[in-house]
């Protein structure tokens, strides 16, 4: 079963605030980031002009930018207080961020957001239930969690020993921008996910295996040379509607 790599026995996983500065610099450019996952959430978040909307685990604020720029007024938060930092940078001084934790009671009120973005955030989280509480508890009804994850089958595939239905940690060695790192996730399998989205109260609206970014080819012909169609397994993206 896939565990922390004893090479990484010092590291702290999931520590952004050592590695976060070199992980959003690599992010700024990446394939996976720049070019399949944040072009995937824009464009099945729409448009969205004059929409309050909450980007859950912000980071360093690329989809924050992006949601303000197309019209939205957008709220972040990050667990991390680098991230939140370098966001403020992006973002400049009067960006509504704070740092702020999804597995606990969030500072906002009932029902003020049309739109919640999680990207990449959820498979940090061994229980989902109540980060997705708070989630619907700040939508309005009928507002959108929007969400990307770690797709199960992705798991399966790098470690074909493991057991695809148990919920189980994992952790992966990086490098961001030269700088070494530890993420650990939790891995579910698909019917979890949609189990704990429909128990939070949420209809499920759109599941999505989309393509990369037109352009990505030719910036990453290496990468991507297995993948004729443009179809490219990484993520598993959600719209789910608050009811």
């Known amino acids: 079963m896939p565990v922390l790599p004893e090479s990484s026995a010092g590291a702290v996983a999931n520590d952004y605030d050592t590695f976060g500065e ?7 450019t990446s394939l996976i980031n720049a070019y399949y996952a944040r072009p995937a959430i824009l464009d099945l978040a729409g448009d969205v002009a004059g929409r309050q909307i909450l980007d859950a685990g912000c980071g360093s604020g690329p989809l924050f930018e992006a949601l ?7 709220t972040g938060f990050d667990s991390s207080t680098k991230m939140v930092e370098l966001a403020r940078q992006r973002l400049g001084a009067d960006a509504a961020l704070q740092v ?4 606990s009671p969030l500072p906002f009120s009932d029902g003020v957001f049309d739109d919640v973005i999680a990207c990449l955030v959820l498979h940090y989280l061994e229980d989902w239930t109540a980060p997705l509480a708070e989630l619907r508890r700040v939508l309005r009804p009928g507002g959108r969690l929007i969400v990307a994850v770690n797709h199960p089958v992705v798991y399966k595939l790098f470690y074909p020993k493991a057991d695809y239905f148990a919920v189980v940690q994992y952790s992966e060695e990086y490098t961001f921008s030269g700088q070494n790192a530890v993420l650990t996730y939790w891995h579910r399998p698909l ?4 189990d704990a989205f429909t128990a939070a109260g949420f209809r499920i609206a759109v599941v999505s295996e989309p393509p990369f970014e037109p352009g990505a080819r030719e910036l990453f012909p290496d990468e991507l040379a297995n993948f004729p169609s443009g179809a490219f397994l990484s993520f598993l993206f959600f719209v789910l509607e608050a009811v």
């Open 68 to 74: 303000r720029d197309r019209g939205a007024t957008v």
């Open 22 to 28: 070199a992980y959003a610099a690599e992010n700024e």
């Open 191 to 194: 019917h979890a996910m949609t």
């Open 100 to 103: 702020a934790d999804i597995g």
